[in-house]
């Protein structure tokens, strides 16, 4: 998929329509806020010890075709940055010049 470098839209800071430049942001780090969540706990006591790991160990691995893409939209006006959406799968993303 191919994207233009710079793009007209809306900038909530200015309120108004300006010019963004559009940069592609690596994943961070996978944050798990339910790390002490009571299925988490659950599931930790189950796998310990022998014997099956019960619901865990039928987990299919492995990663999909496609990653979603974090794109961020910098205002060339103000400088913010902003994020639009939750982003979206494409194999392959190019942003032209």
Do not use: W
Request: a positive charge.
């Amino acid at each position: 998929m191919k994207i233009p470098e710079t793009q007209r839209r809306y900038c909530p800071n200015c309120d108004k329509h300006t010019e963004h430049r559009v940069k592609r942001e690596s994943q961070g780090p996978r944050l798990n806020p339910s790390a002490h969540s009571k299925g988490e706990r659950r599931s930790r006591r189950r796998e310990r010890g022998y014997g099956n790991s019960g619901k865990s160990s039928k987990q299919v691995s492995g990663e999909k075709p496609t990653r979603r893409v974090d794109l961020r939209y910098e205002c060339q006006a103000c400088g913010k940055k902003q994020t639009i959406g939750r982003g979206f799968r494409v194999k392959r993303l190019e942003i032209e010049r």
